[in-house]
C-alpha cells in the first residue's frame, strides 16, 4: 500500500537531509477517504492522522478511537470560531490558528477546559486572496499575540500556491519559524513533501499518495 512506500521515501529524505529518522512526523491525511481504506492505514500500525473540517472527523474518530485508543487526528483545515470547543476536544494538534479571534477563543476555551492541543499559526506564504492564514509580515506580531496569551504554539504551517515552486514557500516559512523560535514546521503533502523535508518539516500532510485520490462525487 502507499503507507509503506511514503514511509520509505520520508526515511530517504531525511537520511538525505542528515536528519534524525522520525524527525518529519507523518500525518496521514484520511478526509474524504472511504472508511475501508483508513481502517487498512490503521491495521497496517499507523497512528497520526490529518482532516480539514470538524464536522467530518466527529462523524467517523470517535469510532475509530474506540477501537483504536492510541490514534490521534490532526485539525489542518481552517476553524471556525464556533466550532473551537468541539475541535479543542477531538484533535491533539490545531495547525490552522490564522487569527486573533481565534486565539482569544482558544485560550477562553483552554482555561475552561484545562487542556489545549498543541497549536500552529497558519501562514498564507503565497498571500493569496481565497486562502486562510496570516500574512507574512504580520506573522511576527500575530505569533506574539498568541504567546501572549499562553497557548501552546509549536511552530507553523503553509499552503503554497499550486503553480508555484513550493521551495520557496517553505524557505520563507522555515525563515520566519526560525526568527520567532519555533521548532514545528507543518508543510508538505504529496506531491512535494521530500522538498519539505529537506527544508525543516517536522510534519507533513500526505493524503492521496497514501489512500488513493479523493472522491468528491
Ligand atoms: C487535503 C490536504 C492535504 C493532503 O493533500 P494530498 O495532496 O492528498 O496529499 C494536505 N494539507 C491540507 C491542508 C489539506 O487540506
Redesign the pocket.
Known amino acids: 500500500m502507499g503507507l509503506i512506500d511514503i514511509k520509505a521515501r520520508i526515511a530517504k529524505a531525511e537520511k538525505l537531509a542528515g536528519r534524525a529518522p522520525g524527525s518529519a512526523q507523518l500525518i496521514a491525511?484520511s478526509?474524504v477517504q472511504p472508511n475501508a481504506r483508513v481502517e487498512a492505514v490503521l491495521e497496517a500500525g499507523h497512528r497520526l492522522f490529518?482532516e480539514?473540517k470538524v464536522q467530518e472527523a466527529a462523524g467517523k474518530w470517535p469510532a475509530f478511537q474506540e477501537r483504536f485508543p492510541d490514534a490521534e487526528v490532526h485539525l489542518?483545515?481552517p476553524l471556525q470560531s464556533n466550532k473551537a470547543r468541539q475541535a479543542m476536544q477531538l484533535f491533539s494538534a490545531i495547525?490552522s490558528v490564522d487569527r486573533p479571534k481565534l486565539a482569544t477563543t482558544l485560550a477562553r476555551l483552554a482555561q475552561e477546559l484545562g487542556q489545549c492541543p498543541d497549536l500552529f499559526v497558519q501562514v498564507n506564504t503565497g498571500e493569496e486572496e481565497q486562502k486562510a492564514g496570516i500574512l507574512p509580515a504580520e506573522a511576527d506580531a500575530f505569533i506574539k499575540e498568541v504567546r501572549d496569551l499562553d497557548l501552546p504554539l509549536k511552530g507553523l504551517m503553509c499552503?503554497p500556491p499550486v503553480d508555484e515552486t513550493p521551495s520557496l514557500h517553505f524557505a520563507l516559512l522555515g525563515k520566519i519559524a526560525a526568527r520567532n523560535g519555533l521548532e514545528g514546521l507543518s508543510m508538505g503533502?504529496?506531491?512535494d513533501f521530500e522538498e519539505a523535508i529537506a527544508l525543516g518539516a517536522t510534519h507533513v500532510?500526505?493524503?492521496?499518495?497514501i489512500f488513493g485520490e479523493?472522491d468528491y462525487s
Request: hydrophobic share 35%.
Open positions: 491525511v478526509k490529518g480539514n489542518i483545515g495547525h499552503i503533502m504529496s506531491s500532510r500526505v493524503g492521496s499518495a479523493r
